[in-house]
């Protein structure tokens, strides 16, 4: 592989994202193709590759990322999608409208439940503490968190799509109930993804909180706690309904999704989410509470 192949690539990774499929959400190393055309029987020469047809340029934060690198956030399929109606796609949005409904963002088949104040509109992002595309989207997020208007709600959803995710979430919803969330989000990250470790058993997820001040008890009592399997079921009942394939995801007032790949780049993403915020404040309906 070229060296700017490999540009390529390292410039696509925010553009990516985590899904279920991916066993602990490790990137996949860059593939080689090193086979050659075979040659047909008979020492015929082998056909011609037919060439692709030529795509649009997609809109993208980096301007060297091609489109295979754009997240595929599909829907979920097989067992998973059981029970679940199919994303309602506009066929052409209005003239005057600056993002497509499909292309930018979709709406749920239904609006879903919200836990925010029925007079602010709910931002939530799906996420996972070990994916590395969670990681390199927290920056940028954080950033418009912290300028986002008074009257909009954000919270975090973390999933669970393997074993070590399961124990992530339960200790996000651990540091929370313990009142240390703000303190720990960004370290257990770093813990991660630049210190390399995974922190896939309660042991050592037990040792990071002591080293951030937190009691050993009482971090192995929240963990093991009744009221955090409540959290988690309601969360793993809120990322079903809003059909969680991959991650990092945002999901604006319980109706419309969004994400990086098919926003088509992180700061487009947010523009994306200001007008669906905008689209709820000026003519959505209250969604049902939690």
């Known amino acids: 592989m070229t060296r700017f192949a490999c540009l390529i690539l390292a410039l696509g990774l925010p553009l990516a994202a985590c899904d279920a499929k991916t066993p602990n959400q490790t990137p996949p190393a860059p593939v080689t193709d090193t086979s050659a055309p075979a040659s047909t029987a008979n020492n015929e020469p082998a056909a011609a ?36 109606a199919p994303v309602q ?40 503490y070990s994916c590395p595309h969670c990681y390199a989207f927290e920056p940028d997020l954080a950033k418009w968190v912290a300028k986002k208007p008074a009257n909009v709600a954000f919270i975090r959803l973390p999933v669970n799509f393997n074993p070590t995710a399961a124990l992530h979430m339960r200790a996000y919803y651990a540091a929370e109930t313990l009142g240390v969330l703000e303190k720990i989000h960004q370290p257990f990250f770093d813990e991660i993804h630049l210190r390399k470790n ?71 993403v947010f523009e994306v989410v200001e007008y669906l915020i905008h689209k709820e404040q000026t003519e959505g309906a209250t969604p049902p509470q939690t």
Not at 62 to 76: K, Y
Not at 202 to 219: N, Q, W
């Open 49 to 84: 590759p037919t060439p692709a047809p030529e795509q649009a340029p997609q809109a993208s934060s980096q301007p060297d990322a091609t489109i295979e690198e754009l997240a595929d956030v599909e829907e979920p399929a097989g067992e998973a999608a059981a029970g679940q």
């Open 89 to 128: 796609v506009a066929q052409a949005p209005p003239a005057n409208e600056p993002f497509q409904e499909g292309k930018d963002y979709i709406r749920l088949p239904a609006a879903q439940p919200t836990s925010s104040p029925p007079d602010q509109v709910e931002v939530a992002e799906a996420f996972m």
């Open 198 to 268: 995974p922190m896939a058993d309660p042991d050592s997820i037990t040792k990071f909180f002591v080293a951030h001040g937190v009691e050993e008890k009482a971090i192995k009592d929240a963990m093991s706690s009744f009221a955090i399997d409540a959290r988690v079921r309601k969360t793993e009942s809120l990322l079903h309904r809003y059909q969680i394939a991959s991650v990092p995801s945002l999901i604006i007032n319980g109706k419309y999704r969004t994400d990086v790949g098919m926003a088509g780049g992180t700061p487009r």
